[in-house]
């Protein structure tokens, strides 16, 4: 059986996630209109936990669109990229 190619739905949240209830009403038209990845920017990274929960829920998966050139070492997040720390 031939397998169809894989093109997700990617609604895109411009502004920073301030407060995961708000977003809950996001998702719910995301739903609606048939999304089923939902990208937020990495200013919203605080609320990463509350977020990929509210997803989950929904059945949407959650993408933070992270510039690695940011992540400093210290944050002790460089496994994300594949580097390794001293």
């Known amino acids: 059986m031939r397998q ?21 009403r996001y998702l719910s038209r995301c739903v609606e209109l048939g999304f089923d990845h939902v990208l937020v920017p990495a200013a919203s990274m605080h609320l ?12 949407v998966r959650l993408l933070i669109d992270v510039d690695p050139r940011a992540v400093q070492a210290d944050t002790g997040q460089t496994h994300w990229f594949g580097a390794q720390s001293d």
């Open 48 to 59: 990463a936990a509350e977020l990929a929960e509210a997803c989950a829920r929904r059945g």
């Open 4 to 24: 169809l190619p894989f093109h997700p739905r990617i609604y895109s949240i411009t502004a920073p996630v301030q407060d995961a209830g708000r977003f809950d």
